[in-house]
């Protein structure tokens, strides 16, 4: 199963790619919101953990700009940020966000039994 990770701090992008990786999935990463959709077009990954803040732009603006729901109905979007407001959260669901973690609770090794939740 393909997974992209859009997260910009190159040591938590190593290790959730470290943990999936070693579960088995092909782990691609983007640190930007542009390299994100360069790879989103070439893999078309079945999931997509992206981050909320990322250099140059949010998490959220770069789902209004992809709507990624409409051309790629079946990937799954797991957000894994520390900012958990509910306006954040509810407009993240609203985008098609299909699981929203807060990072300081999720231990990586744990990534893949949300993925397997989500029946990705």
């Given at each position: 199963m393909k997974v992209l990770i859009v997260e910009d701090e190159p040591n938590i992008n190593?290790?959730?790619a470290y943990a999936l990786g070693k579960q088995g999935y092909?782990?691609?990463?983007?640190?930007?919101?542009?390299?994100?959709?360069?790879?989103?077009?070439?893999?078309?990954?079945?999931?997509?953990l992206l981050d909320m803040l990322l250099r140059g732009t949010s998490g959220l603006d770069m789902l209004?700009?992809?709507?990624l729901k409409k051309w790629l109905p079946k990937t799954k979007v797991i957000v894994i940020s520390n900012f958990d407001t509910p306006?954040?959260?509810d407009e993240a669901a609203k985008l098609g966000v299909d699981r929203y973690l807060?990072?300081?609770?999720?231990?990586?090794?744990?990534?893949?039994?949300?993925?397997?939740?989500?029946?990705?």
């Open positions: 190593l290790t959730y092909e782990v691609t990463s983007a640190a930007t919101a542009e390299e994100a959709l360069e790879k989103i077009k070439r893999t078309k990954p079945q999931v997509i209004k700009e992809l709507e306006r954040i959260v807060v990072k300081a609770k999720i231990n990586p090794q744990d990534l893949s039994q949300v993925i397997d939740e989500l029946g990705a």
